[in-house]
């Protein structure tokens, strides 16, 4: 099993809708996230002391490619059109890695 957590900028004025859109996840999307091997799926939201908001997701991927996995989310349609709702009210990190939307975080420490 992977680990991961990913972290992500929103904008201010995004906030009530962005909960608003995950208080409501279409259901192939749900399905679409649990054929691409992922479990245990949390988005998190908080406003840090630099007065910006911000979200931190974490998932854990149990399947054998992950890399393709991913490739079959994104190329699923009703996905692609939930992240066109979704993606608009996301603000990437300025140092996010080349080819990344969610900035992916290091894991330094795990307890189970």
Known sequence: MKRC??????????VEEYKRLHAAVWP???????????QN???????????NH?????FEYVGED???DMAKMAADAETQ????????CQRPLDNRKPGEWWAEMEEVFHQD
């Open 54 to 58: 911000y979200l931190f997701s974490y």
């Open 28 to 38: 192939g999307v749900l399905r679409m996230i649990k054929a691409c091997n992922i």
């Open 5 to 14: 957590g990913w972290v992500i900028g929103l904008h201010p004025e995004k």
């Open 81 to 88: 059109r939930w992240w066109a709702l979704c993606k608009p």
């Open 66 to 68: 992950f890399a393709g």
């Open 41 to 51: 799926y949390s988005i998190y939201l908080s406003r840090l002391p630099d007065g």
